[in-house]
């Protein structure tokens, strides 16, 4: 196993702001159109998410969720944005640092991976002490400098799916929300951060589960290929990036090109 790269003491403090986020019930709620399509990419990806859980049918229930679990989180020591107001209809929270993404948007280039590897990481050390987040992407993760805390959580996956079902979820939003920023640095990148969470959280089988999943993406791939103005597009390029890295992590084995 290659080791990844840490967190260093390098890396700048993005400290907290005394800002103040409110999030009303009253707001736009996902189209039916985008709970399909969520749907439709979660069960492509291997994942039961239940039609109950993307389907946003209520404003105040997603609200009075989100509250719920920002509690029950907090209650447990984990870092999430402080509560400081709720009515049922408006909930205000404190702020808790930039996000993961306006912080890889900051720092120079040499300083990326560490960042990305310690953010996996420390998601593995989340889930292994029983939780789940359901919006693991990097912009719902926040890095203050010394800690990183979590946002949104509106998502209902948990106990309509199994936990160990909502952590691989977690796993696949974190890493994709990653391509962006792994793309110039290659597939040995996403090898890096796939190995940095095996390293704090081995009990989830996360070779076993890609293993089953890149048989799909490799078919993504292949009939990508067959229409030059797809085959040609960012997507498909992070995609394939992502192929490189999961097979040589499934494999444990050297990075390899992905034939298109």
């Excluded at 420390?122 to 890095?143: C, K, P, S, Y």
Aim: hydrophobic share 45%.
């Amino acid at each position: 196993m290659h080791n990844p790269p840490t967190l260093t003491p390098t890396l700048p403090t993005f400290r907290r702001s005394d800002k103040v986020w409110t999030k009303t019930a009253e707001r736009p709620l996902r189209s039916t159109g985008k709970a399909v399509a969520a749907w439709c990419m979660a069960h492509f990806l291997g994942v039961p998410v239940p039609w109950a859980a993307v389907r946003q049918a209520s404003g105040t229930e997603l609200l009075a969720f989100e509250h719920g679990r920002l509690q029950q989180l907090a209650q447990a020591g984990e870092q999430v944005p402080p509560v400081l107001a709720f009515d049922g209809q408006r909930l205000s929270l404190g702020d808790v640092g930039p996000t993961v993404d306006e912080c890889l948007q900051r720092l120079p280039a040499a300083e990326h991976l560490a960042l990305m590897c310690a953010v996996s990481a420390d998601l593995a050390r989340f889930h292994a002490r029983g939780h789940w987040h359901g919006g693991a992407q990097i912009r719902n993760i926040t890095w203050d400098g010394e800690h990183f805390a979590r946002l949104d959580f509106e998502e209902r996956l948990f106990p309509a799916m199994p936990l160990h079902a909502c952590q691989i979820y977690d796993v696949l939003q974190l890493v994709m929300s990653l391509a962006r920023w792994v793309l110039p640095l290659g597939a040995p990148a996403v090898l890096a951060v796939l190995e940095a969470y095996e390293a704090q959280d081995p009990a989830l089988d996360l070779r076993g589960f890609l293993r089953r999943l890149l048989p799909r993406l490799q078919r993504v791939s292949r009939l990508a290929s067959w229409v030059p103005r797809y085959d040609r597009s960012k997507e498909l390029l992070r995609l394939r990036l992502l192929i490189q890295g999961m097979q040589a992590f499934v494999h444990n084995g050297p990075v390899r090109p992905v034939a298109a």
